[in-house]
């Protein structure tokens, strides 16, 4: 969905393909030396490793698992609780900034939750009738788990008023349910993706649940979609953002422990939304891929054809502010810059 409106997700047509040749020599054809060049073309799941490309800091402050809404020319940025409130949110006039934290984005706390756990990962959608709709997750005082709310607003900043008594989303089967973001596909059809997390502390997973129009409801079954299942994930799979390119869906995912340096992102690609997915190779972005700028890249959105992130800025992992990096697409291939 589209970040402008969150109703695609679609990014503008990349730059034209920089294709690298590499020369291979023939069979001599009768007595000339004839040498004939063959253009290889990079696969659509091989993803080449690239030199340290150094990423926009757009705020130098506490900003976690941020969420970005263009309406107009202005942006938003949604955050994990912190010092600036339950839902911190961050405005702009351009994407490169300067960005500013201007208050809390939520207005209350919803009688079904805990609110010492806080508010994580929110997720913010337009929808047709001019409101705004935010996802959250949140501490559930009837189990302890985290599950996912709602709350709406009339304007982009808020205040968000909580919707319901009691959430939204909270499958029995898992160990908490984290991580909301909108996908609106081009029928006009309004899926959620979130991760479940296992009951039993084994590897967690993503699924995507069909919404109704106005996005206050599921319908239907879910389904899973991504599962950890690397040894570099560590078990760990989550913060889901889906981009629709031409007929093919890439699932960009956080992996690891958010808390170690060695937190990254990832993604996987399908030609439906509902899978399967084929996982890439090599991480898009990592602690040494960013030059060490930031530790634990992840917790990504992509808006307007640049991915945005957060990242730990000191040593000892108190805050993690919010970064950027253009992105683009070769031959269906996700490239930072």
């Known amino acids: 969905m589209s970040k402008a409106g969150k109703f695609s997700h679609t990014l503008p047509p990349p730059d034209p ?36 490309t150094a990423p926009r800091a757009l705020l130098r402050q506490d900003f976690p698992d941020p969420d970005v809404l263009r309406t107009g020319s202005a942006y938003h940025a949604f955050a994990t609780s912190g010092s600036a409130g339950r839902v911190p949110v961050a405005v ?15 207005a209350a706390d919803p009688s079904w939750v805990d609110p010492a756990g806080g508010y994580w ?8 009738d001019g409101t705004f709709l935010m996802y959250y997750s949140a501490v559930s005082t009837r189990d302890g788990h985290r599950c996912i709310g709602t709350a709406v607003a009339g304007s982009v900043a808020g205040p968000y008023q909580p919707t319901g008594d009691g959430p939204l989303i909270c499958d029995p089967g898992d160990g908490g349910d984290i991580d909301p973001q909108t996908f609106q596909g081009r029928d006009g059809t309004r899926y959620l993706l979130y991760k479940g997390e ?14 109704t129009q106005d996005g206050g409801a599921p319908t239907g079954p879910r389904t899973e979609i991504l599962r950890a299942d690397r040894p570099e994930e560590n078990g760990v799979v989550e913060a889901p953002v889906i981009v629709q390119r ?9 992996a690891d422990d958010f808390r170690n340096a060695t937190y990254h992102t990832r993604y996987a690609t399908a030609n439906s939304l ?12 990592t602690t040494d891929s960013i030059g060490h700028a930031a530790e634990g890249p992840g917790g990504a959105d992509v808006v307007d054809g640049r991915i945005y992130f957060h990242g730990w800025l000191n040593g000892q992992r108190t805050e ?3 970064f950027d990096l253009d992105l683009e697409f070769v031959r269906g291939v996700p490239q930072v810059s």
Not at 121 to 128: F, G, M, S
């Open 17 to 52: 393909y920089r294709l690298r040749r590499r020369r291979t020599a023939t069979t001599a054809l009768s007595c000339l030396g004839i040498v004939l060049s063959s253009a290889l073309l990079p696969g659509p799941m091989t993803h080449t490793a690239q030199a340290a």
């Open 92 to 106: 702009a006039e351009a994407p490169d900034g300067p960005w500013r934290v201007a208050g809390d984005a939520l």
């Open 121 to 128: 990962a929110p997720d913010v959608t337009r929808r047709a």
């Open 198 to 211: 296992h009951p039993g502390g084994g590897p967690s997973a993503i699924f995507v649940q069909k919404m």
């Open 246 to 254: 031409g007929g093919r869906f890439v699932l960009f995912y956080s």
């Open 274 to 285: 509902t899978g399967p997915y084929t996982k890439a190779d090599q991480p898009l972005l």
């Open 320 to 322: 993690r502010g919010l």
